[in-house]
């Protein structure tokens, strides 16, 4: 079955400065991978996704890049804000295993200021 | 956002009891979910659900049991609970019928088993 690996587990930045967060999938027939933000109690909520047929999605200052070939995908934070602080997970999924998704194990962001 | 609502939002309660959590969801998704969330740890699957009639075991499943309700109820059950089961609970919905989709989480339930 798919495997995602997520790394760093901890991300420490300067406000200001780009961040970015990398998962690896096992699973070529994934063809959907979301990123979730998780502020301190809250519930994760998805920022930005990307599916197989796309190489690379822009929202303002997220950005997440699609590497078929290499199985990896990364979201990328640039201009960090204090805001910015927060978990992200991101996870794949695949129509052959039913869209489950399947999870990173998370990577917490911390803004310095 | 209250599309996916949590009942309770905390709850206290002492070993050996039985404990039930409920979700409710008005976004009409046929998908539910059941995930657990450890301190600085990520979300792990425990049940889901793809329709009324449909229960699935997630990764750690030992010590819960689940209920479909309606489409939109899915409820979680700790049959006796111990400590270890102490965690945040989340619910979460998606709906699958165009394929790929995100996942919608309720607010969590925080769970303390003493």
């Known amino acids: 079955g798919e495997n995602v690996e997520q790394h760093p587990s901890t991300l420490s930045v300067q406000e200001g400065d780009s961040a970015v967060i990398k998962c690896t999938y096992s699973?070529?027939?994934?063809?959907?991978f979301p990123w979730y933000k998780q502020e301190l109690g809250k519930r994760p909520q998805l920022i930005i996704d990307?599916?197989?047929n796309v190489g690379e999605k822009k929202d303002q200052r997220i950005a997440v890049t699609l590497n078929k070939t290499a199985k990896h995908f990364s979201l990328h934070i640039t201009e960090t804000q204090p805001e910015d602080s927060a978990v992200y997970f991101c996870?794949?999924?695949?129509?052959?295993?039913?869209?489950?998704?399947?999870w990173g194990a998370g990577t917490k962001l911390i803004i310095k200021p | 956002d209250a599309d996916v609502t949590q009942t309770p939002r905390n709850r206290i309660t002492k070993t050996g009891k039985r404990i039930m959590l409920e979700c409710s969801q008005t976004?009409?998704?046929?998908?539910m979910y059941w995930y657990r969330q450890d301190p600085g740890l990520g979300l792990r699957l425990i049940y889901y659900?793809?329709?009324?009639?449909?229960?699935n075991k997630g990764e750690i499943s030992d010590g819960y049991s689940v209920s479909r309700q309606a489409q939109a109820k899915f409820s979680l059950s700790l049959e006796s609970a111990i400590p270890n089961q102490t965690a945040l609970y989340f619910c979460?919905?998606?709906?699958?019928?165009?394929?790929?989709?995100?996942?919608?989480f309720g607010q969590g339930t925080r769970l303390t088993v003493v």
């Open positions: 979460a919905t998606s709906d699958t019928s165009a394929g790929n989709t995100e996942a919608f």
């Open positions: 976004k009409g998704h046929d998908r």
């Open positions: 659900s793809f329709d009324v009639k449909d229960i």
């Open positions: 699973d070529s027939a994934s063809n959907y």
């Open positions: 990307i599916r197989s």
């Open positions: 996870a794949a999924s695949t129509m052959d295993s039913n869209y489950q998704l399947i």
